[in-house]
T-cell receptor
Framework: AQSVTQPDIHITVSEGASLELRCNYSYGATPYLFWYVQSPGQGLQLLLKYFSGDTLVQGIKGFEAEFKRSQSSFNLRKPSVHWSDAAEYFCAVGAHSIYGGATNKLIFGTGTLLAVQP | DGGITQSPKYLFRKEGQNVTLSCEQNLNHDAMYWYRQDPGQGLRLIYYSQIVNDFQKGDIAEGYSVSREKKESFPLTVTSAQKNPTAFYLC????????????FGNGTRLTVT
């Protein structure tokens, strides 16, 4: 079965420091992978997505993620964190269809809560 | 602007009462979804609908019901059979293509006492 693991429940970084949030997935084929961000009490906003091609994908707000098939990972990175980046981040994978390939039904990780210190 | 509207933002109910959460989208999306979010558990899929008048159970459908009579609307009813209904509920929509990302509403926080 497909699954997503975000091993870090909570991360604290200093403003201006670099950030890497980890995501590992379990999937039988090339997955569709997503990162979403959620501010408190709000819905989720798409940061970036990977379907195929270049394994380094750029997203909004200066975020990027790298797909590494050999490690089953899709880690999210940002070179310099801003205080406004404090939020919860979710990695997700497109669920496998019984007819083959991925679907637009997503399986989410449990999230990583990011705190930013001044 | 196109988007997804969930109402109300906060909802309070007494135990034993059914309650319906509203979700409306004007993105012309075919697919709609309901997720439940609990602290430390991420998002879990309750129900989803790929097309009008059709819907499927997700991973935690017990105690919930939905309808999809119109493309724009996908209301969720939390019934008295749901053992632990207090949660944050998120509605989403997407296009039909496999690579269509989900667009989320701002959620409804349901508290049942």
């Amino acid at each position: 079965a497909q699954s997503v693991t975000q091993p870090d429940i909570h991360i604290t970084v200093s403003e201006g420091a670099s950030l890497e949030l980890r995501c590992n997935y379990s999937y039988g084929a090339t997955p569709y992978l997503f990162w979403y961000v959620q501010s408190p009490g709000q819905g989720l906003q798409l940061l970036l997505k990977y379907f195929s091609g270049d394994t380094l994908v750029q997203g909004i707000k200066g975020f990027e993620a790298e797909f590494k098939r050999s490690q089953s990972s899709f880690n999210l990175r940002k070179p310099s964190v801003h205080w406004s980046d404090a939020a919860e981040y979710f990695c997700a994978v497109g669920a496998h269809s019984i007819y083959g390939g991925a679907t637009n039904k997503l399986i989410f990780g449990t999230g990583t809560l990011l705190a930013v210190q001044p | 602007d196109g988007g997804i509207t969930q109402s109300p933002k906060y909802l309070f109910r007494k135990e034993g009462q059914n309650v319906t959460l509203s979700c409306e989208q004007n993105l012309n999306h075919d697919a709609m979804y309901w997720y439940r979010q609990d602290p430390g558990q991420g998002l879990r899929l309750i129900y989803y609908s790929q097309i009008v008048n059709d819907f499927q159970k997700g991973d935690i459908a017990e105690g919930y019901s939905v309808s999809r009579e119109k493309k724009e609307s996908f209301p969720l009813t939390v019934t008295s059979a749901q053992k632990n209904p207090t949660a944050f509920y998120l509605c989403a929509s997407s296009g039909q293509l496999n690579n269509s990302p989900l667009h989320f509403g701002n959620g409804t926080r349901l508290t049942v006492t």
